[in-house]
């Protein structure tokens, strides 16, 4: 059982990219298993996700926070202004929030979350939503955590359509 003490969440910094990859990989093979095409997941390249990462943390409307047990990057979250303005009056989005299979279970997600959200809120991004594959197994951390759904589409990933469903949060406390 992992102490949840001994996981540090903190701002990312650039230097993280490498790590954010590596957990981002991890996390979406262990995840999206059985949900996206396997050789989508099977070719996801930590590299080129660093490269993205390295661009995301160097930009000043992106908010990101790592979390990291001994040094190790676990997982992380990201958000900022809403993309596509699918949702006028909406404007805050949560990007991703991904844990290594290993770190989940243990409340680190709840505290990423929470991080996340009071960024966006002193931005002043509120209300917010964050799209989520609704075959996804955490779908049940947004609606705990107060999400209500509001649309739903498809999204292509490795070449099939995929169902993903926004959940609105007018207040994330």
Do not use: C
Not at 61 to 72: F, I, K, L, N
Not at 149 to 155: G, H, K, Q
Request: hydrophobic share 40%.
């Amino acid at each position: 059982m992992e102490d949840t003490a001994s996981v540090v969440v903190r701002p990312a910094v650039l230097t993280d990219a490498a790590g954010i990859a590596r957990a981002h990989v991890e996390s979406w093979r262990t995840t999206y298993r059985g949900i996206v095409p396997d050789g989508f997941l099977d070719g996801m390249d930590p590299e080129r996700q660093q490269a993205r990462w390295q661009r995301l943390l160097d930009h000043r409307d992106t908010t990101v926070w790592v979390a990291e047990r001994s040094g190790v990057i676990v997982g992380h979250a990201s958000g900022g202004p809403q993309r596509g303005g699918a949702f006028p009056g909406w404007p805050g989005e949560v990007y991703s929030i991904y844990l290594t299979r290993a770190a989940q279970g243990f409340g680190t997600g709840a505290r990423l979350w929470r991080h996340t959200t009071e960024s966006l809120r002193h931005a002043g991004l509120m209300p917010f939503v964050v799209w989520v594959l609704t075959q996804n197994p955490t779908v049940r951390f947004y609606e705990h955590m107060g999400g209500q759904r509001l649309a739903e589409r498809p999204v292509a990933i490795g070449g099939v359509d995929l169902p993903e469903a926004a959940y609105g949060f007018i207040d994330a406390r």
